[in-house]
């Protein structure tokens, strides 16, 4: 059983994201390279931190920008990349598994 990441929707992550306490597996992702419990984990100033939402997107947000490069390449399927990055058809179709419908990705 594989799961989704909830930041670029890859379905190959070992174990959930967050347990069902709401704890971070610390897993990266194979995808986007996000670390649960660490990437998640960003401070705004002295002890008030941002909504592990906000961060999801922000980290969405420039994963996308810089072209969405795979973090491990020689472990996803090599028909959606190009170049070390995901192929923009494939990109939007992955982050279907997020509810996430439209994309700024170009190309």
Same mark, same amino acid.
């Given at each position: 059983? $594989? !799961? =989704? ?12 994201a967050y347990n069902e306490f709401h ?7 194979l995808c986007c390279q996000f670390q ?22 922000? !980290? ?7 072209? $969405? ?8 399927? +090599? ?18 598994? =997020?509810?996430?419908? +439209? $994309?700024?990705?170009?190309?």
């Open positions: 059983m $594989t !799961y =989704i990441c909830p930041i670029c929707g890859f379905d190959g992550l070992d174990e959930p704890d971070p597996s610390f897993e990266i992702c649960f419990g660490d990437d998640d984990d960003v401070e705004l100033e002295n002890g008030l931190f941002m909504k592990r939402e906000e961060t999801h997107a922000m !980290y969405r947000q420039a994963w996308i920008a810089k072209g $969405t490069p795979i973090f491990k390449p020689e472990y996803y399927p +090599q028909q959606f990349q190009f170049n070390d990055s995901l192929k923009k058809k494939h990109m939007i179709e992955q982050l279907k598994n =997020i509810r996430i419908y +439209q $994309t700024n990705i170009k190309g």
